[in-house]
């Protein structure tokens, strides 16, 4: 495909009115064949200019973002990346001026990682095949041409060298997923290996237990990298003599050398930088860019509000939305946007007891404090309470004296609205991202409230006037949303009595508890009532005897689950509210709390699954997922409240709000309280120094993700995106299971198993060869994945065939590149249990398990009531598994061993349970891409010695996680639970260890020998 490129005049011109700056944030530097001239990525575009500097020319700029600019070795083409068809394709275009050429048109992700010596073609990576796989195209076109074999050959920063053929890679998924990330050591550490195609030899060359990186090689086949080794940040080495180059304190990233070997371009403190070869000086030239970018505000329409309350009055609503303060009438239209510092985010908002006030929580560097303001404007912002944590779950008490919240992760406590005095009420554990549901008794003298006890929720009741708590529930089980009834005697929960709700969740129930004693009505009573002329006031006291509880119990629904507990008293009405799907479907529902003829509850008509809920004079509001509704309790139906109003937003003020919320969001839920042995304020202070560069998403992406990698932790990231990154397209290959031979495009190596192309009758043989797609003849040397470019994916393509000069057509159903990548996982699986079954005479089960989640382990629990019950050892694979959370269940049935024997008159008897696995060999193979969830397997079927583990160390990658969501969408994982052995290892820094360690290599998988396999056979032979 031909598109026109920028020239460079036209670039300047562009370029020329706007004012210079040195460039930050540049990335994926390069360098022309001399190394003169350096090409650099830069918001979305490509530059270039002189290696000492001056002003950067823009050469690149299409619809998307265009990045990893690769000068060819001959120096006349300019290969590069760009996404404007929705995913990175790769590009070339002459150095001198001219066409653009796309090269490739998949729907996976293509980038280029060099060049081959002779200029002729490009070495690029791509996750078409597997997680990352180097690929050989031609740069005057053609169908790209898979390096290597073997599903699991993920092979990154390649090059290859000029001089001796040699193919310069890494392999691990830490050098091309997370190839910042500082500190770790381990089995899965990038090391620089190499593979002679013509000799067949293989060779690591470094052996580092950290990372080594990014091999770089000149034209005289001299060999360069980036290391940790030195001083525990990367530096640049020479590898003929081990020797450092660089010895910054500051990381090197993206390093190239210039095909003459006099220079290298790389990136430090997202600045270019040059390292002259022969002079082993490093520089930093300076870079001017005639840059326009401006972080203009943006015009947002209000929507569902993350926060919102009716004011006591009934009159007033305040709510926040995207992180700024509204007030408006109940109606919702007349929107009045209350004055908050730029650069912070508002989050809960309630009344004060004279509607005339908010108290409200927003962000303050960070951490989250609570502030009040009046709703008039006629008094500022006051700070009441601003922690160096962050504040949660504000509830006001019934009479506006008192609000209640959780702060940071330990403590419950209480604010006088009166004299603004704080008082810790009680220290529990809570996981500070985390909201936890409180209310206050009716009478306002006591609050219940959810906390952490046993990794799961317990219920507490404090009382205000004792200042003391009492765990109610005190369960191993999960309890959430305690809400009083209005007399006090009772205490409604949510309740899962039978299994604990962490970490794979759990369905609850709707509960109702007597709190004492109580005595049920009595007709009699009901009778007197008719006579008398004044009724008593309601007494709402409470009073809690814990003696015995869990037996008083009473379930409120016989069917279904439900969440999201509220209770609202209405006069002598009361209401309860809650989301249940008893009738089939999820919804709100509504019922009146009576002594006698208590009826069904009803389903709030108008309004889904409510996830928020205020109570304010004799209106109610509730939100769903998509909107705020006024709600009648009464007749059960909810009127949506159209909130209309625009106003602007200041990306760059959200930018800096979300960096300091990212940091203390860590700040206050990573596992490790001393952060991994890092300062982690320090971190804070120097990545804040470079926001002031941030211009675009992308820099921030990459800046937050760089001060995250400080941690050297799992399971961390942030994850970002919006419009403004949003491709002008995009497209979709038409997979079919139809595999082409590697050296021949067109000709049809295989039909892959259970892809839409495996049916009964499919007359395509190995050897076919492909003449059309849908009609369109191919013209020879076009790359054949361009005639599978669509940009819809049809449902099914016609394909023309030849075979022995005869044309003929197929038809065949279409799927996608994940489901087609699935697949080719499985071929590998089943060669590998085809392989046991003939090596063990069909005695040894070999069960596979790709992750951790409810879907591999149904397989699982398929595989092992089908394969292995009839056989007599077990090869349970671990190895490549992703991770998940199902490491309880698996080993709960691999410890399955049986006890007695039943049978039917005098049919044979048969073990219970029917499966044991406990009770034949078992091996577990591991390797460095057991990561997560399998790690914690993995450990306990060592610890409880269920099996015997051959293969490699796990990759040490094990917090379990959860995520926070950020003011914009965005968001960022938690690695907050740390999981240990029980002698108190950290399974992060320790992974688990193979009782018998065997490696597999680069050159194994090429050869598809498996000696890990072949060693677990071994082990289990004879039977």
């Known amino acids: 495909m031909l598109k026109p490129a920028l020239s460079l005049i036209a670039a300047l011109l562009l370029c020329s009115g706007a004012a210079a700056e040195n460039v930050t944030f540049a990335t994926k530097p390069a360098l022309t064949p001399d190394g003169s001239q350096i090409y650099f990525s830069y918001s979305g575009d490509i530059y270039k200019v002189a290696t000492n500097g001056g002003l950067a020319l823009k050469v690149i700029s299409m619809g998307g973002n265009e990045s990893n600019p690769k000068i060819s070795p001959d120096g006349k083409l300019l290969a590069f990346s760009s996404n404007e068809q929705g995913n990175n394709n ?41 997680t990352r796989s180097t690929y050989y195209v031609p740069a005057e076109g053609g169908t790209p041409v898979r390096l290597f074999p ?34 770790y050591r381990g089995d899965h550490n990038p090391d620089i290996k190499s593979w002679n195609e013509k000799t067949k030899e293989y060779k690591e060359l470094t052996d580092f237990r950290g990372r080594d990186i990014w091999p770089m090689v000149d034209k005289g086949g001299n060999l360069y990298y980036v290391s ?48 002259d070869l022969k002079s082993g000086e490093s520089v930093e030239p300076q870079i001017e860019l005639a840059d326009n970018r401006i972080l203009n505000d943006i015009s947002v329409p209000l929507g569902r509000p993350q926060s919102f309350a009716i004011s006591p009055d009934g009159k007033k609503l305040v709510f926040t939305f995207r992180g700024l303060l509204f007030v408006s009438d109940a109606k919702g239209n007349f929107v009045k946007q209350l004055p908050t510092p730029a650069g912070e985010r508002a989050d809960e908002a309630i009344w004060a007891s004279d509607s005339k006030g908010v108290y409200y929580t927003r962000t303050n560097g960070g951490w989250t404090g609570l502030y009040f303001r009046s709703a008039d404007l006629k008094t500022a912002e006051t700070p009441l309470f601003t922690p160096e944590s962050s504040i949660k779950s504000l509830v006001i ?99 899962n009595r039978v299994s604990s709700a962490f970490p794979r969740g759990a369905g609850t129930q709707v509960y109702k508890i007597a709190l004492e004693k109580v005595v049920g009505p009595f007709a009699a009573d009901e009778y007197d009532k008719l006579f008398v002329s004044a009724r008593e006031k309601r007494d709402s006291s409470v009073v809690v005897r814990p003696d015995n509880i869990q037996r008083r119990y009473e379930r409120v629904m016989s069917r279904g689950e439900q969440h999201s507990l509220f209770m609202v008293s209405r006069g002598e009405k009361s209401y ?99 952060f991994h042995g890092v300062d982690w ?28 990698n400080e941690l050297n932790s799992s399971h961390m990231g942030f994850s970002t995106g919006g419009k403004d990154e949003e491709a002008p397209s995009r497209y979709s290959t038409i997979a079919t299971g139809l595999i082409f031979k590697n050296d021949s495009p067109y000709v049809l190596d295989r039909i892959v198993p259970g892809s839409k192309a495996d049916y009964s009758g499919n007359p395509l043989k190995a050897g076919d060869i492909l003449v059309s797609v849908n009609g369109v003849k191919l013209e020879s040397g076009k790359n054949r994945e361009l005639y599978f470019a669509s940009a819809a994916l049809p449902r099914e393509v016609v394909l023309g065939f030849m075979r022995e000069g005869k044309e003929f057509d197929v038809k065949i159903h279409t799927m996608s590149t994940p489901e087609l990548r699935a697949l080719l996982y499985t071929e590998w699986e089943d060669w590998n249990r085809a392989y046991v079954d003939s090596a063990a005479n069909g005695k040894i089960a070999y069960l596979h398990m790709r992750d951790m989640s ?99 160390e796990t990759y040490r990658w094990i917090i379990f996680t959860s995520s926070a969501r950020l003011i914009d969408g965005s968001s960022v994982r938690l690695p907050a639970w740390g999981c240990y052995t029980l002698d108190g290892k950290d399974l992060e820094f320790e992974g688990v260890s193979p009782d018998i360690y065997v490696k597999n290599t680069f050159k194994d998988r090429l050869e598809s020998k498996d000696p890990q396999l072949e060693r677990a056979i071994k082990e289990l032979l004879p039977l």
Do not use: C
Request: no cysteine; glycine share 6%; aromatic share 12%.
């Open 228 to 275: 940790e080794e030195g001083n525990g940040e990367a530096n640049i080495v020479r590898h003929t003599d081990k020797k450092y180059l660089t010895s910054f304190e500051e990381s090197v990233q993206y390093p190239a050398i210039s095909h003459d070997g006099s220079k290298i371009v790389f990136i430090k403190g997202y600045r270019i930088h040059v390292l």
């Open 90 to 130: 790769v590009y070339v275009v002459p150095v001198a001026g001219g066409v653009i050429t796309q090269l490739t048109f998949h729907d996976a992700s293509d980038v280029p990682a060099s060049w081959s010596p002779d200029s002729k073609g490009i070495y690029i990576e791509s996750n078409r095949y597997n």
């Open 576 to 674: 309860l509210l809650f989301n249940s799907n008893h009738e089939g479907d999820w919804g709100l529902y509504v019922t009146e709390l009576k002594e006698w003829d208590q009826k069904p509850p009803q389903k709030i008509k108008g309004i889904g699954m409510a996830s928020a809920y205020s109570n304010g004079g004799k209106e109610f509001f509730a939100a769903d997922r998509e909107a705020l509704y006024k709600v009648d309790l009464a007749s059960a139906t909810a009127t949506k409240i159209d909130l209309k109003h625009n106003f602007a937003k200041n990306i760059s003020d959200e930018f800096r709000q979300m960096f300091y919320e990212v940091w203390a969001t860590l700040e206050q839920n990573f596992y490790d309280v001393k």
């Open 854 to 952: 409810p879907e591999s382990l149904e397989r699982f629990y398929i595989e092992i009531n089908t394969i292995a019950v009839h056989k007599d050892a077990l090869i349970l694979d671990l190895r490549f598994n992703n991770g998940g959370n199902v490491h309880r269940e698996v080993i709960d049935m691999l410890s399955q061993r049986e006890h007695f024997r039943w049978s039917h008159r005098d049919n044979p008897r048969v073990s219970h349970p029917n499966v044991t696995p406990a009770d034949k060999p078992i091996i577990v193979l591991v390797n460095e891409r057991s990561l997560s969830d399998a790690e914690v397997t993995s450990n306990g079927i060592k610890t409880l010695s269920l099996a015997k583990l051959v293969g490699t």
């Open 397 to 495: 008490s019934p009479k506006g004296d008192k609000i209640a919240f959780v702060n940071g992760g330990k403590s419950l406590m209480v604010i006088n609205t009166a004299t603004k005095a704080t008082e810790v009420l009680q220290n529990h554990e809570f996981w500070a991202f985390q909201s936890y549901p409180i209310s206050f008794s009716f009478d306002g003298k006591h609050l219940a409230y959810a906390a952490v006890n046993l990794f799961e929720r317990d219920i507490f009741i404090y009382d205000l006037a004792k200042k003391s708590s009492l765990n109610l529930t005190n369960s191993a089980n999960f309890e959430n949303d305690p809400v009083f009834s209005p007399d006090g005697k009772y205490l409604y929960i949510l309740s």
């Open 150 to 183: 073997h599903y699991f050959n993920t092979i990154a920063n390649l090059v290859k060298n000029p001089a001796t053929g040699e193919y310069y890679f890494n392999e691990s998924t830490e050098s091309f997923a997370f190839q910042t990330r500082k500190g």
């Open 681 to 708: 304020r320090a971190k804070r202070d120097y990545y804040a120094g470079f926001l002031k560069h941030v211009k675009s998403r992308d820099d921030l992406r990459i800046l937050l993700n760089d001060m995250l």
